[in-house]
């Protein structure tokens, strides 16, 4: 079965500290894989994306993912958090289904930068 | 401004009081889909589309209904809405789903059944 794990319900970072939100998954074939960010009373942002290429992927507001395909991570990391990072982060993988591709989520992780 | 809008984005019904939340993309998006997001159970999908009168059931599909007459449109139906379909809604849109592009979402419409 095709599926996303974001091990850790909540994350807490100091500011100015770096920070790091887990991402595991599972498919059958190449994985495609993203992170996408909901502000408070906001819709759902795309951040980043790994194809194919570089396992290091750099998106917006400084944050970059690494893809291991060994371990099957997609773990996102920033070097020096935020307060304004604090938000709800979603990880997804997709799955081609039927000749078409589908997006598997992950149920979430919340973050919270501390000042 | 690329977009996705849905309306309303709030809204506070009775048991059995059919209503409708448009969505609307101006991105020329082939896909479009709907999800429903409650507290630790992540984002579920409704239904998608994949393209004009081509329609299909997600994970949770039991209770409503979506129509795809327009490329821009996609609006989600609650024949007899329930308590247990309260949630936050949102709507998206992709490129295609010929590769995996990136869900642009809408800022989500609130819903209460009373």
């Known amino acids: 079965a095709q599926s996303v794990a974001q091990p850790e319900d909540q994350v807490n970072v100091a500011e100015g500290n770096p920070l790091t939100v887990k991402c595991t998954y599972s498919?059958?074939?190449?994985?495609?894989l993203f992170w996408y960010v909901q502000y408070p009373n906001r819709g759902l942002q795309f951040l980043l994306k790994?194809?194919?290429?570089d396992n290091l992927v750099k998106g917006s507001y400084g944050f970059e993912a690494e893809f291991n395909k060994s371990q099957t991570s997609f773990h996102l990391k920033k070097p020096s958090a935020l307060v304004s990072d604090s938000a709800l982060y979603f990880c997804?993988?997709?799955?081609?289904?039927?000749?078409?591709?589908?997006?598997?989520w992950g149920a979430g992780t919340k973050l919270i930068i501390k000042p | 401004e690329a977009q996705v809008t849905q309306n309303p984005r709030y809204l506070i019904t009775v048991t059995g009081k059919k209503l409708t939340v448009t969505c609307s993309q101006n991105?020329?998006?082939?896909?479009m889909s709907w999800y429903r997001q409650d507290p630790g159970l992540g984002l579920r999908q409704i239904y998608y589309?994949?393209?004009?009168?081509?329609?299909d059931k997600g994970d949770v599909p039991e209770g409503y209904k979506v129509s795809r007459k327009e490329k821009r449109n996609f609006p989600l139906i609650l024949e007899s809405p329930s308590p247990n379909q309260t949630s936050l809604y949102f709507c998206?849109?992709?490129?295609?789903?010929?590769?995996?592009?990136?869900?642009?979402f809408g800022p989500g419409t609130r819903l209460t059944v009373t």
């Open positions: 998206a849109s992709s490129l295609s789903t010929g590769i995996p592009y990136e869900q642009y």
């Open positions: 991105m020329n998006h082939e896909y």
């Open positions: 589309s994949m393209n004009v009168e081509v329609t």
């Open positions: 498919v059958s074939g190449n994985p495609y």
């Open positions: 790994y194809i194919t290429g």
């Open positions: 997804a993988v997709s799955s081609l289904m039927d000749s078409n591709y589908q997006l598997i």
